[in-house]
């Protein structure tokens, strides 16, 4: 439990999992408790990006572009990128573990471009593949790579 994200190396490379329960309220117990043992399968989604190391804080997605953005792990030259460690953070924004697993397909959108305040609708099937009953979070990320103002990653 914790109320920021957290360098935990030794724990994320030897666990097969790991519960971020953040700051609960008075039924934490009986909540982590029914995730523990299967009696709700967890669907959360990180709010926030965890780091590999304390010197990548502060991580965040939503990051101003760099001249010489990283387009490749482990390619480091004349890039904005650590040399010595991984760029990416260790958990990324969004990033969710379940009992789970679910399949998206036919993605549909009903434009590939937009402009000002457009809009795009997009459509999908979900399916649960796994063996229990779960939920899942949907999440879309779009970017203007060719943008007249510079827009987060």
Same mark, same amino acid.
Do not use: C
């Given at each position: 439990?914790?109320?920021?994200?957290?360098?935990?190396?030794?724990?994320?490379?030897?666990?097969?999992?790991?519960?971020?329960?953040?700051?609960?309220?008075?039924?934490?117990?009986?909540?982590?408790?029914?995730?523990?043992?299967?009696?709700?399968?967890?669907?959360?989604?990180? =709010?926030?990006?965890?780091?590999?190391?304390?010197?990548?804080? =502060?991580?965040?997605?939503?990051?101003?572009?760099?001249?010489?953005?990283?387009?490749?792990?482990?390619?480091?030259?004349?890039?904005?990128?650590?040399?010595?460690?991984?760029?990416?953070?260790?958990?990324?924004?969004?990033?969710?573990?379940?009992?789970?697993?679910?399949?998206?397909?036919?993605?549909?959108?009903?434009?590939?471009?937009?402009?000002?305040?457009?809009?795009?609708?997009?459509?999908?099937?979900?399916?649960?593949?796994?063996?229990?009953?779960?939920?899942?979070?949907?999440?879309?990320?779009?970017?203007?790579?060719?943008?007249?103002?510079?827009?987060?990653?």
């Amino acid at each position: 439990m914790s109320g920021r994200p957290m360098v935990f190396n030794y724990i994320a490379d030897s666990a097969q999992a790991i519960l971020s329960a953040f700051w609960l309220g008075q039924e934490a117990a009986p909540a982590i408790t029914d995730v523990l043992f299967g009696q709700y399968n967890p669907s959360g989604k990180l =709010p926030m990006s965890f780091p590999r190391s304390v010197g990548q804080v =502060p991580i965040y997605y939503a990051h101003t572009n760099t001249g010489r953005p990283l387009t490749e792990e482990g390619r480091t030259g004349y890039v904005s990128a650590y040399i010595d460690s991984r760029n990416s953070p260790r958990y990324a924004f969004g990033h969710g573990l379940s009992y789970t697993r679910f399949e998206l397909s036919d993605l549909q959108l009903n434009k590939i471009s937009m402009a000002g305040n457009d809009s795009i609708i997009v459509k999908f099937k979900i399916r649960n593949t796994g063996k229990y009953k779960g939920e899942e979070t949907v999440q879309l990320y779009l970017r203007d790579n060719v943008s007249s103002v510079v827009r987060p990653v």
